[in-house]
C-alpha cells in the first residue's frame, strides 16, 4: 500500500509538472538537458504565480523608470524601444532586433552614420539590463539559460525559499554572469536574487530583494529592490506610433 501511495504521489507531481511544462515551453536555445527538472518546474510555477504564460505573451507594451536614469517604453511584440535618459539630454528610439535606430542629443539628431550606430548599441545593452532587472522571473526559460536546482534556503529576511542557479552561454553581452534567486514556496514568485560577475565566483556582488509585487494589465511585476527602486512601471495594450517614431517626449 506504501508503494502504491508513493508511486501515485510521484505519478501525481510529474502530471502537475508537466502540466506547468505545457503552459510554459521554453525558448529556443534553453538548456533543457542541462537543467534539473526540479528547477524547471519551479520557473514553470513561477511563471504561473505572475500571471501566467498566455497572459504574458499577450502583453504588449511595457514601460518603466529605471533607478531614475532613464525611462524606457518596449513594443515587446516588434522589439521598438524607446529610452530617454533623465540625467541627459538624450533619446534613442531603436528596434533590439534589427539593431537600427535613431538618436537624437543634446537638441539635434546625430546623423553620422557610427556615432549613431554606437548609441543604438549602449542604448540595446541599457535596454537588455534594464529589462532584466524588471522582468528576470519571466525570463528564466530563456534562451541559453541552465537552471540547477540548489535546495532550501533562507531570504535575508529570514524567509524559506527553493534556491535556484542561472547561467548562461553565448546570450547578452555578459554571458559569464550567474545569478541565484531565490522563490517562495507559498506565493512561488522570486523573492530574492544575487548577481555574481563571473560564473565561478563564490562571493555574490549584490543580494537583493523582489517585493511589492503589484499587477499591471494582466501581469505582476516587482519594482522594489531594496535600496533601489523602478518605478513609474505601467503597462498598456495600445499606444501610438509616435512613442517609438517621434523624440518629442510623450505623456503616458
Request: without cysteine.
Amino acid at each position: 500500500m506504501k508503494k502504491y501511495f508513493v508511486a501515485s504521489l510521484f505519478l501525481l507531481i510529474a502530471s502537475i509538472s508537466l502540466s506547468y511544462a505545457q503552459k510554459n515551453p521554453p525558448a529556443a536555445g534553453f538548456n533543457a538537458a542541462g537543467s534539473d527538472a526540479k528547477a524547471i518546474a519551479l520557473a514553470d510555477e513561477a511563471m504561473d504565480a505572475m500571471g501566467g504564460r498566455k497572459n504574458w505573451d499577450k502583453t504588449r507594451y511595457i514601460t518603466w523608470n529605471f533607478f531614475g536614469s532613464r525611462r524606457l517604453t518596449w513594443d515587446k511584440w516588434t522589439g521598438d524601444v524607446r529610452i530617454d535618459y533623465l540625467k541627459s539630454d538624450q533619446t534613442t528610439l531603436l528596434n533590439v532586433n534589427t539593431e537600427k535606430g535613431r538618436v537624437m542629443k543634446n537638441g539635434q539628431e546625430l546623423t553620422q552614420p557610427d556615432s549613431v550606430a554606437k548609441y543604438v548599441k549602449q542604448g540595446k545593452s541599457a535596454w537588455i539590463n534594464d529589462a532584466y532587472w524588471l522582468l528576470m522571473p519571466y525570463k528564466l526559460k530563456d534562451s541559453g539559460v541552465t537552471l540547477k536546482y540548489m535546495g532550501m534556503d533562507k531570504t535575508e529576511e529570514g524567509a524559506d525559499a527553493e534556491k535556484v542557479q542561472l547561467t548562461f552561454e553565448n546570450v547578452g553581452d555578459t554571458p559569464q554572469n550567474k545569478y541565484h534567486v531565490w522563490i517562495s514556496p507559498e506565493s512561488h514568485m522570486v523573492t530574492q536574487w544575487a548577481y555574481f560577475a563571473k560564473a565561478d565566483n563564490e562571493k555574490a556582488n549584490f543580494v537583493l530583494p523582489w517585493k511589492n509585487y503589484k499587477q499591471h494589465g494582466k501581469i505582476m511585476l516587482s519594482g522594489d529592490r531594496g535600496p533601489r527602486q523602478i518605478t513609474e512601471i505601467q503597462v498598456f495594450d495600445n499606444l501610438p506610433k509616435a512613442v517609438f517614431e517621434s523624440f518629442e517626449k510623450p505623456s503616458l
